[in-house]
């Protein structure tokens, strides 16, 4: 019997993994089925066998290939076999009926889970002695134990497919699960590497935004090279046009100086000639005198020439337009080329009987005809002006009787601006201007300006309101004998551009004093000077200098029966002739070149001392009127501004340290 229950045993030994699904398999064993297949399913019960597992349907087959009589031994033990009711908790199976026996199939199991084997039993076969089934007696041990071991042969054979299907499962889970490795390990890889590819692409990204930023800081730096190259470039061609261009000038000037040289050593040895032929033909006849003349008078210009050079005033003339509803005007010519004025008048003889004309010539360095313009007459004076940022210290004043146009050659009209500006604004305009360009050679330049004016010998500070209630006292002092005349509580105020100055100027024209008189309708009462010092300096070659540019603005001289001045205007007019007058004895000692020259003798020739005898360059307008009745004040002028001409005061050099 132990050896009969061997095969029970091997049923419950099955594998770990596959325990519960064979447990199920054992608990329920095949059951005869007593219902017959419906009729028109014994087909679709074929096609569900042919769904079914390739192994299933090997065990199937395996058990219609079973010998007759097995199969017909397994029928006649399970016939009388009464089966269980089924169970509404367990899932029904449908297997293929058979229609000659009843076997008992298990099915095989699918991949993932195993189907629950259901029995089916067909009617048995009847026997073929004809003779109904019947039951195996009760001592008929031997029978019972034969379809005993029938049925456990059978349940081996579905072990064993079992197992056969387990293990092939298994390989196929294990090659599964190793593919399911291979794959995550490649994934993981994978991951890895894109991991490591999108690094190395966000390192590249920085890398190329990294070189775009120096490529494009390199072209930046490419183009402010080009542009600095280029601006270099133009500086430097316009170096070598300004350098070709002194070049020029310089070789111009030395051939002039050259030229010049020559006709002075030509002129000096004609003028040797000359004397040395006056000398021996002294006692010659008539036709020699003419030689004589002609010689003396080439004799004058060089020496008038030579006057200029030393130093003397240099003095123009400007004659002022015949104003609208003026009267008549007088006769005179003006030569250009000559230089020279001629006042022309017809007056009646000493008896009274015949009409003589008489003609005054006067020569000065330049004459200005009435249609000139402010900028021709700057343009004679702009030389003059540029040697105050040289060093040198420069004086203009105008004179005249009054309604000459003095102001107006001075200043100009009351805007300060367009083509009438006068000479003071002109000057300012100038030095700024050559200032700057001067800055690029190293030249730095710092300006202080003043504006004062001398009002019946007292002084008065233009740039200071006349609401101010404290009066101040001004005194004329100097320092030192070396020191430059200066005025003690005037203001001098700091300036660094042109516009800062017509300011000043503009306040200045307010503040002067002015006046209506017979002969002019808006008169200057007072002289009014204007004062900018100039400080340079060349940190680079260690150069400096200073110079103060004077431009003075005279009133007008006056004569009582023609201005009918009476009151304020007489004590005006009176304090303006009696300045004028030691102005005229100051230059008559200096033409006389007497040892004692009245400086202190009025404020005005004070304040200009140092212009007209000391180290300055100095230079006078002499305006005149047109009118016939102001003839007598225009000779007087005239005569005046000669003499002036004829002083010299010595060659002015350059303050530079």
């Known amino acids: 019997m132990d050896e009969e229950r061997s095969p029970l045993r091997q049923l419950n030994e099955k594998p770990a993994c596959h325990e519960p699904a064979e447990k199920s398999a054992l608990s329920k064993l095949p059951v005869p089925s007593v219902k017959r297949p419906l009729p028109g399913k014994e087909q679709s019960a074929g096609q569900n066998n042919l769904r079914q597992p390739a192994k299933k349907r090997l065990l199937d087959q395996s058990d219609d290939k079973a010998p007759p009589n097995k199969r017909k031994m397994v029928s006649a033990s399970v016939v009388g076999f009464k089966p269980r009711p089924p169970v509404m908790s367990q899932r029904p199976a449908v297997n293929p009926v058979y229609k000659t026996s009843a076997a008992t199939v298990a099915g095989g199991p699918s991949r993932g889970a195993m189907k629950k084997p259901v029995a089916a039993t067909s009617k048995p076969e ?46 196929e889970a294990e090659r599964a699960r190793r593919e399911l490795e291979s794959l995550r390990e490649e994934h993981s890889a994978l991951l890895n590497k894109m991991s490591d590819v999108q690094s190395k692409v966000t390192s590249y990204q920085e890398q190329i935004q990294t070189i775009s ?19 270099l470039t133009l500086e430097h061609s316009a170096l070598l046009n300004k350098m070709r261009a002194y070049e020029m000038e310089n070789q111009e000037l030395s051939s002039l100086k050259r030229t010049l040289e020559m006709d002075l050593s030509r002129e000096r040895a004609l003028s040797a000639q000359r004397l040395q032929e006056v000398r021996e033909l002294t006692q010659s006849n008539a036709e020699q005198t003419d030689k004589l003349h002609q010689g003396e008078m080439e004799r004058r210009a060089l020496h008038n020439t030579l006057l200029e050079l030393k130093g003397n005033i240099r003095v123009f003339c400007r004659v002022r337009p015949l104003l609208d509803g ?39 360095d330049h004459v200005f005809p009435p249609q000139c313009s402010q900028q021709q007459v700057f343009s004679e004076i702009s030389l003059l002006v540029q040697s105050a940022l040289d060093g040198y210290n420069v004086c203009s004043f105008a004179y005249g009787q009054t309604g000459s146009g ?69 005194e004329i002092k ?30 200045a024209k307010q503040n002067r004093s002015t006046a209506r008189t017979q002969v002019n309708d808006v008169s200057s009462r ?15 070659r260690d150069v400096s200098c200073n110079s103060i540019l004077s431009l003075v603005d005279l009133a007008g001289s006056e004569r009582v029966q023609k201005s009918q001045s009476t009151g304020d205007r007489l004590k005006e007019m009176k304090s303006i002739n009696a300045s004028l007058t030691n102005l005229g004895l100051v230059f008559s000692a200096l033409a006389s070149k007497d040892g004692f020259v009245p400086y202190r003798n009025c404020k005005l020739t004070y304040l200009l001392q140092d212009c007209l005898g000391g180290n ?42």
């Not at 305009?429 to 360009?437: L, R, V």
């Not at 203001?491 to 800062?500: A, D, F, G, L, R």
Request: charged share 30%; hydrophobic share 30%; proline share 4%.
């Open 326 to 364: 003026g009267q008549q005007q007088s006769s005179f010519e003006i030569q250009p080329q000559d230089k020279t004025i001629v006042l022309v008048k017809t007056e009646e003889s000493h008896i009274g009987k015949e009409k003589e004309l008489h003609k005054y010539p006067f020569k000065f």
């Open 213 to 231: 930023q120096e490529n494009q800081g390199l072209r930046e730096r490419g183009d402010r090279a080009q542009r600095e190259l280029e601006g």
């Open 406 to 474: 003095k102001t107006y050659t001075m200043e100009g009209p009351d805007v300060l601006a367009g083509e009438e500006m006068g000479m003071i604004p002109r000057a300012v305009q100038q030095i700024f201007q050559a200032a700057c360009k001067l800055r690029e050679q190293g030249w730095e330049y710092q300006f202080t300006a003043s504006f004062l004016e001398i009002y019946n010998e007292t002084i008065r500070d233009l740039l200071v309101s006349n609401k101010t209630p404290k009066k101040m006292d001004y």
């Open 526 to 540: 007072s002289h009014s000077v204007f004062q900018l010092r100039i400080e340079g300096k060349n940190a680079a």
């Open 478 to 507: 100097r320092a030192s004998p070396t020191a430059d005349i200066r005025v003690t509580n005037l203001k001098y105020i700091p300036v660094s551009s042109e516009e800062e100055v017509l300011v000043l100027i503009k306040l």
């Open 616 to 657: 300055s360059k100095t230079l006078m307008f002499v305006n005149i009127s047109p009118e016939i009745e102001s003839f007598s004040e225009s000779l007087n002028s005239l005569r005046f501004a000669s003499k002036v001409n004829e002083c010299v005061i010595g060659t002015a050099t350059a303050n530079r340290k």
């Open 126 to 171: 009847a026997p073929s002695g004809g003779g109904a089934a019947s039951r195996r007696p009760g001592w008929d041990l031997k029978g019972k134990m034969s379809d005993m071991q029938m049925k456990v042969s059978s349940y081996q054979e579905q072990v064993r497919n079992t197992k056969t299907q387990n293990r092939e499962l298994r390989e």
